[in-house]
């Protein structure tokens, strides 16, 4: 089957923290021997420049062994932002932005912001993310949990409940109709947020949600384990949600209410996730799962029989590479596709953590988990990199790869624009009153 595409990891946090194995492409040999021969990730601008940015990391991933992306994420706004955003989609093969509604004082954009953005993006055929959760209310939920003495993980899913996931992804869904252009939801962590995708898919919005495989298997218990180092490893925004959330977003998956599984993977290691050891706005957010997607997928999804294996392949692999316009390049075993190609063994068992996986990072969130279906050859580009629990790769054998921008979610768009302008019956032509 076609090689996995992850539509939104953090592989960059792969390079701080402790050296634990290779020193310099551990995220990329994890998702490889995980069966995930293209990542895309997203950039910080340094500063709020975009080229920059787009430079740093560049720079970082020459040294990649797999093929990959980037989203970059728009944190301010002014008519420079605006121009670099042209460049970034005109000249450097950019066609996602991502939005933070979250992460007060730091990432948080206004709706002004997120408006101007969403116009743009419109522009450009580039495709708008949003982390959907209410930064303000998020910002009330901690204070409210610290003044009750609620210092440890769990306070950070009580300070940021389902609710405020849902309220943000019911504007930013409102406010990208009101542009009329798409909207990609990430890491949809809740039954809120998720019915209020279901509910604008049904009235025809162009809404893609995505759920990540944490919150698709896991749930919130963790949070309250008595030991730090445990229950901090699963601190990630939005947070992994009570029981039951987990279930209805599979559910969601097996209908195609949701459309394709990410990771968010973003790994910190048990010092880094130390730091909030004493509050637990101090933590570090966020989650492994490239190297374990294909597999829990496999194993939760098809060995339940929730999708069926045409399914697998469309939500861990093609439906990426049809949104982000790079289809049948990738997600595709075509004549002049790629001929990234992947063998999994359904009879294949597996053991998950954090002594043998292959990402830099000392924890799992999926320690332990068991499950059937394992890859056993991964090729991307025609090269074998991964073989029976081998890696074959060399640094700097990635490829970046250029994402056009007005791919099919933007199809028709211009008339949809017509017909609304057709349905104004304005400005009403009236004769000056005589005086
Ligand atoms: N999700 C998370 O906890 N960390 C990564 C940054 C983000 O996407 O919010
Ligand atoms: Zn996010």
Known sequence: ??????????????????????????????????????????????????????????????????????????????????????????????????????????????????????????????????????????????????????????????????????????????????????????????????????????????????????????DDSWLWDPDFATASKYVMSPPIREAGHNKALQAALSSGILQLVGTDHCTFNSTQKAFGSDDFRKIPNGVNGIEERMHIIWDSMVETGKITVTDYVRVTSTECAKIFNIYPQKGAIMEGSDADIIILNPKGSFVMGAHTHHSRSNTNVYEGRKGKGMVEVTISRGRVVWEDGTLNVAAGSGRYIRTPPFGYLFDGIEKSDAAYRASLRAPVQRSKAAA
């Not at 933070?100 to 990432?107: R, T």
């Not at 440890?152 to 309220?167: I, M, N, T």
């Not at 009101?178 to 162009?206: C, W």
């Open 1 to 218: 089957m076609p090689g996995g595409i992850d539509p939104h990891t953090h592989l960059e946090m792969e390079f701080m923290g402790t050296v634990t194995i290779d020193d310099f492409f551990s995220g990329h040999a994890a998702a490889l021997a995980g069966g995930t021969t293209m990542h895309i990730d997203f950039v910080i601008p340094v500063n709020g420049n975009l080229t920059a940015g787009l430079e740093s990391y560049k720079h970082k991933a020459e040294k990649s062994a797999m093929d990959y992306g980037f989203h970059m994420a728009i944190t301010k706004w002014n008519d420079e932002v605006s121009k670099e955003m042209e460049v970034m989609v005109k000249e450097h093969g950019i066609n996602s932005f991502k939005f933070f509604m979250a992460y007060k004082g730091s990432l948080m954009v206004t709706d002004d912001l997120l408006l101007q953005g969403l116009q743009k993006c419109k522009s450009l055929g580039a495709l708008a993310m949003v982390h959907a959760e209410n930064g303000d209310a998020v910002a009330e939920g901690q204070q409210r949990m610290i003044d009750l003495g609620i210092t440890g993980p769990e306070g950070h899913a009580l300070s940021r409940p389902p609710v405020l996931e849902g309220e943000a992804t019911s504007r930013a869904i409102r406010l990208a109709k009101f542009i009329n252009t798409p909207l990609y939801v990430v890491h949809v962590m809740s039954i809120d947020a998720m019915e209020e995708i279901a509910k604008a898919k049904r009235e025809g919005q162009r809404v893609i949600g995505e759920p990540v495989v944490s919150g698709l298997v896991l």
